[in-house]
């Protein structure tokens, strides 16, 4: 039986041999992959995660993995969301940084965090699932609310 992990050379992870582990996991992981456009970025959706999308690059020493929170404009006060995620980031977010990035023209909140390309799947995996677990919980505890949810 093929083991994923053989898919690496040299003991370390390429887009190429990541997207091969991926999408040779047990269906019960919940996991699919697909490569971006003529890139080197591959988008991992997460289905144990309500199906949120993680965008990997395989970069020469770290595999780095984000998802997009969401539009800037869309937090009530920025600048105290900000304020409040730099004091208390080290215990919401231990595992993972904040930052704003720009997509499309707009700017947007990005959770991102790296492992090693030499990291073995399962810790590869568990980065994966530390991301979109901290997603989940930010939109959920402090994320902007829907015009409906206000409604109610």
Known sequence: MHHPEENRSEGLW???SLAAAIKGLDKA???SCNSVDD???LEVTV???GDLV???VVGEVQILTSAILWPRGEQEDPA???AMMLRTHKTLLPLCALSIDVVDGEEVYELFG???RSASLTEVLGEFFAIAESALELARDIGPRSAEGDAA
């Open 39 to 41: 890139s080197d970025v």
């Open 47 to 49: 289905g144990s995660a």
């Open 14 to 16: 390429t887009s190429q």
């Open 29 to 31: 992981e919940r996991m």
């Open 114 to 116: 790296a492992v090693s």
């Open 80 to 82: 105290a969301f900000e």
């Open 54 to 56: 993680l965008h990997i």
